[in-house]
């Protein structure tokens, strides 16, 4: 269906952007890998594996666009909706980011995976937030528990945080 709204794109620009979208995933991923690295002892084994595992996807993602580009010589139709939701959702993720050093990377997962799918429209508001709760509570037990990996200091999940009293 289509609107007003909406607007054709030759589909190799559309392939370009994200080929570039995934080359830049992939070098923040290798730097972030290169980054790790310099972790002592078993503390760099979880950024460098991370990072070298989100390199190879990226790159298996570029190389996917590769195979498909000289096919696709047809349109594609885009809805401003479509690009307000990417958007929104660059914004959130950039803020993400930013928040981790001042709130802790548990916390700004409880927060990311919380609010993005109700500003997306996409989940109602009591599924993100279990989802979330379930989330960031994973990750903790892994990291934390289990891993007994060190985590930057956290507003909730710290030892002088909200849930303190399971310590």
Known sequence: ??????????????????????????????????????????????????STLGTL??????IGLLRKYPRNEGGTT??????????????????????IPHCGFLTATFVFVGVTPILMGLRPAWHAVIAAACLSGLLWLVFAVLLKSPLPADIIFDRQGVFAWIF
């Open 57 to 62: 996807a990226s790159l298996a993602w570029a």
């Open 78 to 99: 885009i809805s401003l909706a479509s690009l307000r939701r990417l958007g929104t959702l660059v914004v959130l993720f950039v803020t993400f980011v930013a928040a």
């Open 1 to 50: 269906m289509s609107s007003r709204d909406d607007f054709a794109v030759p589909s190799r620009w559309l392939i370009a952007a994200e080929f570039g979208a995934a080359i830049l995933l992939a070098a923040l991923f290798a730097t972030l890998a290169w980054v790790g690295s310099g972790y002592g002892g078993t503390a760099a084994f979880m950024p460098l594996a991370v």
